[in-house]
Nanobody, 114 residues
Framework: QVQLVESGGGLVQAGGSLRLSCTASGIAFSFTSMGWYRQAPGKQRELVAE???????VYVDSVKGRFTISRYGALNTVYLQMNSLKPEDTAVYYC????????WGQGTQVTVSS
């Protein structure tokens, strides 16, 4: 079955950086769009960034210029480099894979202190 395993969350001060990783198994990674979503307390889950199988990329406006999504096929892994973090980036971040269906990771907490 499809598994998405995330790592890299944690606590960081405002202005700091974190890198999230998500390794996929049980899916044809090279044909799969990969993305990162986040959900803050009391808010809906929102798309943060997505990279398609053809490496087209979209970002939510609030992270443009600060976050970078990338994928490394040899490791079936997608990354989210997060720089200049702000308290409003605090959320649970979820890895997503789209190939015919949506698949989700378990989520990793990112907390940015002011």
């Amino acid at each position: 079955q499809v598994q998405l395993v995330e790592s890299g969350g944690g606590l960081v001060q405002a202005g700091g950086s974190l890198r999230l990783s998500c390794t996929a198994s049980g899916i044809a990674f090279s044909f799969t769009s990969m993305g990162w979503y986040r959900q803050a307390p009391g808010k809906q889950r929102e798309l943060v960034a997505e990279i398609t199988s053809g490496s087209s990329i979209v970002y939510v406006d609030s992270v443009k210029g600060r976050f970078t999504i990338s994928r490394y096929g040899a490791l079936n892994t997608v990354y989210l480099q997060m720089n200049s973090l702000k308290p409003e980036d605090t959320a649970v971040y979820y890895c997503n894979a789209k190939r015919h269906l949506d698949y989700w990771g378990q989520g990793t907490q990112v907390t940015v202190s002011s």
